[in-house]
């Protein structure tokens, strides 16, 4: 009987983070990645949306991928472009979606990230 109870107790081996340590460096890298792409928006906002400025499918790219980092900053109560008005159009949306779709799937794919377990 004494086997069998022993047989159902789980042990971690010590090779294996335990789930709050993976927790904890998921939320570092999760922060780490929002403060990259708030100083990047930050960068480009001031130097790219200019008056006479015409966007294009790079600049719907990276505005995309900049566009969660600007939530923050809207909550807070700064007016902060997210979308550049004039624009190429059609390839400059189809960058904007591109760039949106690649930064989430960055961040949550991190969020998400199991480690591979060894045996």
Request: hydrophobic residues 45%; glycine residues 10%.
């Given at each position: ?19 709050v340590?993976?927790?904890v460096?998921?939320i570092?890298?999760m922060?780490?990645?929002s ?30 991928a900049?566009?969660p980092?600007?939530l ?10 997210i ?33 591979r377990?060894?045996?």
């Amino acid at each position: 009987m004494a086997d069998s109870a022993q047989a159902t107790v789980t042990s971690t081996s010590p090779g294996e983070p335990s789930k709050v340590k993976v927790l904890v460096i998921k939320i570092i890298l999760m922060t780490i990645i929002s403060l990259g792409l708030g100083f990047t928006h930050d960068y480009a906002s001031t130097r790219y949306y200019q008056p006479d400025f015409v966007a294009t499918v790079p600049m719907g790219m990276l505005e995309g991928a900049l566009m969660p980092a600007a939530l923050p900053g809207l909550l807070m109560g700064h007016d902060l472009p997210i979308y550049a008005p004039n624009n190429v159009g059609r390839g400059y949306k189809i960058g904007y979606i591109l760039g949106l779709n690649t930064c989430g799937t960055l961040f949550f794919g991190v969020a998400f990230w199991q480690p591979r377990r060894r045996r």
